[in-house]
């Protein structure tokens, strides 16, 4: 079974803190993806990585910024945290960069930011 | 993609078959039915795909009409721990299309 593990399920941050939560899959997968999930506006791509020190912007990439540099760990990075990131944030990865498989999400990570 | 239309919520008795809806009238012929769900609090969990041919997998099956324009999921023995938002997405398989994006998909409720 693919396993995509998240860092944290819950984090507590400050505003104006950096934040960095981790991501690890264990499959060999060429793609991975951070989302955030907020109630009522569903499921939004941050970035997503098609291969090492790859990465493309998805629709919300202001205040984010992120870290490919082995293929299995995709780090997500909020710069200065603030109010309005606080979000369940998820990860997930799939097989191969040139047809679009099936994703795998981890358990996500509820970031709350005070 | 393609939009879907799935109904807000759903009960089913637990031990029973689950069949969940899904229309997806303007689909286009290299679009796959892809079915996704989320327990309250966990990241999504992809269930089953398929382009024309009904699926079935150790989870669930997948029934696509002839015409492609909806689809059903069936849960053939559903449990309380089937109890989740069921997601019903229409994407392209290759190409630049690797984004997922979730509708509001349809409450299930299993009872016991």
């Known amino acids: 079974d693919v396993k995509v593990t998240q860092s944290s399920r819950y984090l507590v941050k400050r505003t104006g803190e950096k934040v960095f939560l981790e991501c690890v899959q264990d499959?060999?997968?060429?793609?991975m993806f951070w989302y955030r999930q907020d109630p009522g506006l569903g499921l939004r791509l941050i970035y997503f990585s098609y291969d090492v020190k790859m990465k493309e912007k998805g629709d919300i990439p202001e205040g984010y910024s992120v870290s490919r540099e082995k293929k299995e760990r995709f780090s997500l990075i909020l710069e200065s945290a603030s109010t309005n990131q606080t979000s369940m944030y998820l990860c997930?990865?799939?097989?191969?960069?040139?047809?679009?498989?099936?994703?795998?999400f981890g358990p996500g990570t509820r970031l709350t930011v005070t | 993609d393609a939009k879907t239309t799935q109904p807000p919520s759903m009960d089913c008795a637990e031990g029973r078959a689950a069949n969940l809806p899904c229309n997806h009238s303007t689909i286009s012929g290299n679009e796959y039915v892809y079915w996704y769900r989320q327990i309250h609090s966990q990241g999504p969990q992809y269930i089953i795909h398929?382009?024309?041919n009904n699926e079935t997998n150790e989870m669930a099956s997948l029934i696509i009409t002839e015409d492609r324009k909806s689809s059903t999921l069936i849960l053939p023995h559903a449990t309380l721990r089937d109890t989740a938002v069921y997601y019903c997405i229409v994407r392209l398989h290759s190409g630049s299309a690797r984004q997922l994006t979730f509708g509001s998909g349809t409450q299930l409720t299993v009872l016991p």
């Open positions: 398929g382009l024309k």
């Open positions: 997930a990865s799939s097989l191969s960069a040139v047809v679009s498989y099936e994703q795998y």
């Open positions: 499959m060999d997968h060429e793609n």
